[in-house]
């Protein structure tokens, strides 16, 4: 029984081979050209304006929150502001 | 390149700049597909190059370095997109693809890359394009090389369907042939 191959690999007529996509990827990407070009003043700009890394950034936010919450605390229980308030008792139970 | 460990600004950066900065700029639009954003995201990979700089070691060209942050900048980037679409629709302003579809879609090569994810296209692109060894692809990619082959042999199972079925597809067959003849 003569063997026949369900899944060709090398495709038909019209299937570029794997040579043929190494060169047009290679002739295609070369005829790629950028629009502004190379900006080396851009990248500088970039890196002037560049602000604080992210960890600094989560850091102090993360810090800023915390400070909050315990001035938050302090200031309700020193002024018995809502449930920081001393809570009353009720005398007469039903 | 010099054997210095880190990169001097003044001149070797820069010079690095100008070398590399085209071919480091059709890597990342093979990924992202988008001449404008291959363009930012070329500028941020030196940007970002620029502030590693003192982490650079020489033990591999800085060329392939380079391509090691531009593209993963471009997967990244494409990742963002991606989960952008999630956004309500006031915060987020899908780009208008129509320039994008009338210029850059003409070539066969772009058709093709659209039709895989961008692991893939970064893959295709560094190797066929760039030269770089399945060892070096592995390295830039971060995945083992077994990975790289595969994705490879994927890609271009696909990029030969699609440009196979392509109306502007035309077979050179001259130049191949008779270089393959010659060996």
Request: glycine share 14%; no cysteine; hydrophobic share 15%.
């Given at each position: 029984m003569p063997y026949v191959e369900?899944?060709?690999?090398?495709?038909?007529?019209g299937t570029p081979s794997e040579e043929d996509i190494s060169r047009i990827i290679r002739d295609t990407v070369e005829s790629w050209k950028p629009?502004?070009?190379?900006d080396w003043t851009d990248v500088m700009t970039r890196l002037a304006s560049t602000g604080p890394p992210a960890w600094l950034l989560y850091t102090a936010a993360s810090a800023a929150l915390v400070l909050i919450l315990i001035t938050a605390f302090l200031v309700g229980s020193a002024l018995h502001i809502g449930a920081l308030a001393p809570q009353e008792i009720r005398s007469h139970l039903p | 390149m010099s054997e210095t460990k880190e990169l001097d600004p003044s001149t070797q950066f820069r010079q690095l700049y100008d070398q590399e900065y085209r071919s480091v700029y059709r890597s990342i639009r093979a990924v992202v597909l988008d001449s404008a954003a291959a363009e930012d995201l070329t500028q941020e990979t030196f940007v970002r190059a620029y502030r590693a700089r003192d982490r650079?070691?020489?033990?591999?060209?800085p060329g392939a370095w380079l391509r090691r942050i531009g593209i993963n900048l471009a997967i990244s980037y494409l990742r963002r997109q991606k989960l952008a679409r999630f956004l309500p629709a006031r915060l987020y302003v899908a780009p208008d693809r129509r320039d994008y579809d009338r210029?850059?879609?003409?070539?066969v090569v772009t058709k093709a890359l659209t039709g895989l994810s961008p692991k893939l296209r970064a893959a295709v692109i560094l190797h066929y394009y760039d030269g770089l060894t399945r060892e070096e692809i592995a390295s830039v990619l971060g995945v083992p090389a077994g990975t790289v082959a595969s994705r490879i042999a994927k890609a271009v199972a696909i990029m030969r369907k699609a440009i196979g079925n392509d109306q502007d597809w035309e077979p050179k067959r001259s130049s191949s042939e008779g270089a393959l003849r010659g060996r």
């Open positions: 369900d899944r060709p690999t090398q495709g038909g007529i629009q502004r070009g190379p | 650079y070691t020489p033990t591999a060209p210029a850059e879609a003409r070539d």
